[in-house]
């Protein structure tokens, strides 16, 4: 990473997020870290690339008791084919980023309709025991390739509505990637427009999920939903709320898709729909007995066991006392929209 000089990085800010809700006292931070660097030029600049959802209302909005929900961030191809070297950049690392109600993400690749193995997974998500994963290989994401980035929640143990936002009791849907050679791209963000989300919740008020007035919620913003009531423990709430941000239901896949570079400069901005129609990759790694019982929920296949997408031998970089440096914070806050 260029920093100083001719380059757009001038200083690094290093900022420290805590989470102690059982207000310890006996608590001591250590964590830090190191930086290196060198007067000699390298061969290639590296950069760091996102792909997330929106951290607002229209990003991320999941009702109480759901134990396996899905949501869905994506970047077009449009976004990248004019940006990317026609050789493509080289992936070698990624950060796959939730909150504390996150359970599994995973970063799909697509090229020409077909789905190429995942970037990265974690089917096993902890929020206390993030990580940046080294890959032993450079991947190579050509410019025109869609990413799929999708993301799993258990709402299981609240009581409120969650949202899209910074603070831990809100969520994220995050991958961040590190490639070389950098080009001037931020990443790209996804965000629900409201007329599809309104029009999930007048379907989810006809079907007798969801109670309250719903025009009155949206009667400002942020939308008041917390004064909507969505029904968790009717058969099918999990396999309802999931159409949300399910391709198979075009009323409700309008979505906001964003790509910027540096400065702010919009690269692509307009009203999508998800991919589809592609021939999905196979990893092979759930187990589902036909009756969906165990481990499967609400006809959800969920993986089984450990990470079987990571050999044991994969290099990781543990991430200290939940740090987040103000470069990759930078990322983030172009999609708080």
């Not at 009667?219 to 941000?245: C, I, K, Q, V």
């Not at 019982?293 to 050999?311: F, H, Q, R």
Request: glycine letters at 10%; a negative charge; charged letters at 20%.
């Amino acid at each position: 990473l260029p920093i100083g000089g001719d380059s757009g990085l001038k200083y690094i800010m290093m900022e420290m997020h805590y989470d102690n809700p059982g207000l310890r006292s006996d608590i001591v931070d250590s964590s830090g870290y190191r930086m290196y660097y060198t007067t000699q030029l390298r061969e290639h600049d590296a950069g760091i690339m996102n792909v997330g959802l929106w951290t607002n209302t229209l990003g991320q909005y999941i009702p109480q008791g759901l134990p396996y929900a899905h949501n869905a961030a994506y970047m077009y191809g449009d976004c990248t084919e004019d940006i990317f070297p026609e050789t493509g950049i080289n992936i070698f690392g990624s950060v796959l980023h939730q909150h504390t109600i996150g359970v599994a993400s995973s970063l799909r690749h697509i090229r020409d309709g077909k789905e190429l193995e995942p970037l990265d997974s974690n089917w096993n998500y902890d929020f206390n025991y993030q990580n940046t994963v080294v890959f032993d290989e450079p991947k190579v994401v050509l410019g025109g390739d869609t990413l799929l980035l999708d993301c799993y929640v258990d709402s299981s143990s609240r009581d409120f509505v969650t949202y899209g936002g910074e603070s831990t009791r809100e969520e994220m849907c995050f991958a961040f990637f590190y490639y070389y050679p950098a080009v001037d791209f931020q990443g790209g963000s996804v965000g629900k427009t409201p007329d599809a989300l309104v029009q999930w919740m007048i379907d989810a008020q006809i079907n007798g999920y969801l109670s309250g007035n719903i025009t009155k919620a949206w009667s400002d913003w942020p939308p008041a939903l917390d004064d909507l009531y969505y029904d968790h423990t009717m058969d099918g709430s999990l396999e309802f709320y999931n159409r949300l941000w399910s391709p198979d239901y075009p009323q409700y896949d309008q979505n906001y898709q964003y790509c910027g570079a540096s400065n702010d400069t919009v690269v692509y901005y307009n009203i999508t729909s998800q991919p589809k129609d592609f021939a999905e990759y196979d990893a092979n790694i759930f187990t589902c007995d036909g009756d969906y019982s165990g481990n499967n929920i609400a006809d959800v296949c969920i993986a089984d066991g450990p990470d079987l997408t990571l050999e044991p031998e994969s290099k990781a970089i543990s991430m200290i006392g939940n740090m987040c440096i103000g470069i990759i914070l930078g990322f983030i806050g172009f999609m708080c929209m």
